[in-house]
């Protein structure tokens, strides 16, 4: 099964900042099969880039995804302070289907 | 605006059984993939489980597998999850969700774009 490892567990920043997450997976993901969401405390996830690079509905342009093979980025431009959340990647498997998630990375004010 | 309302979480026995729901409304429900998605207290999120748009393809995590069953009801707008032999580490709020396969497609994905608000369920004695 692929394992997809997020990093860095933590990233501290003010807002105004950019930010850079990144997503790892143990081997080769197809990018029609990588999402990205952010989370909230006593929230449930909101869905923010599917197919790695393409916004859901209703997501801000300073939300953007890129990547490709093992390696993928979510990045925020100028944080505002509703981004401050925690933000999992995610992959899909067509065979048998199967969804994996990261562990999550916590986006905090610094 | 598209509503998806899980119930029937508890508190239950190690051993026992619980069948949590979840209603779709303003969703054309049976056009959909629908999955179960839980997220243990302070911890990520982990798949449980994904139904076909007709009920008649089901997969499940290896966690889960032949404990729990998914199915879904279309002509009520409603997914099920029965889940038997419940440990601790079932211990979670479990989303209702919909994984978007475009064209009834396992080969495509535009990942799960309407989630309910989670029921919890906790396995303790």
């Known amino acids: 099964d692929i394992v997809l490892t997020q990093s860095p567990g933590t990233l501290s920043l003010s807002p105004g900042e950019g930010a850079t997450l990144s997503c790892r997976a143990s081997q080769s993901v197809s990018s029609s099969y990588l999402a990205w969401y952010q989370q909230k405390p006593g929230q449930a996830p909101r869905l923010l880039i599917y197919g790695a690079s393409r916004r859901a509905t209703g997501i801000p342009d300073r939300f953007g995804g890129s990547g490709s093979g093992t390696d993928f980025t979510l990045t925020i431009s100028r944080l505002e302070p509703e981004d401050f959340a925690v933000y999992y990647c995610?992959?899909?498997?067509?065979?048998?289907?199967?969804?994996?998630f990261g562990q999550g990375t916590r986006l905090e004010i610094k | 605006e598209v509503q998806l309302l899980e119930s029937g979480g508890g508190l239950v026995q190690p051993g026992g059984s619980l069948r949590l729901s979840c209603a779709a409304s303003r969703f054309t429900f049976s056009s959909y993939a629908m999955s179960w998605v839980r997220q243990a207290p302070g911890k990520g999120l982990e798949w449980v489980s994904v139904i076909s748009e007709s009920g008649g393809s089901t997969y499940y995590a290896d966690s889960v597998k032949g404990r729990f069953t998914i199915s879904r009801d279309n002509s009520k707008n409603t997914l099920y999850l029965q889940m038997n032999n419940l440990r601790a580490e079932d211990t979670a709020t479990y989303y209702c969700?919909?994984?978007?396969?475009?064209?009834?497609?396992?080969?495509?994905?535009?990942?799960?774009?309407?989630w309910g608000q989670g029921t919890t369920v906790t396995v303790s004695s």
């Open positions: 995610q992959q899909f498997d067509s065979s048998p289907p199967m969804y994996t």
């Open positions: 969700t919909n994984p978007r396969h475009p064209g009834s497609s396992w080969y495509n994905y535009y990942g799960m774009d309407v």
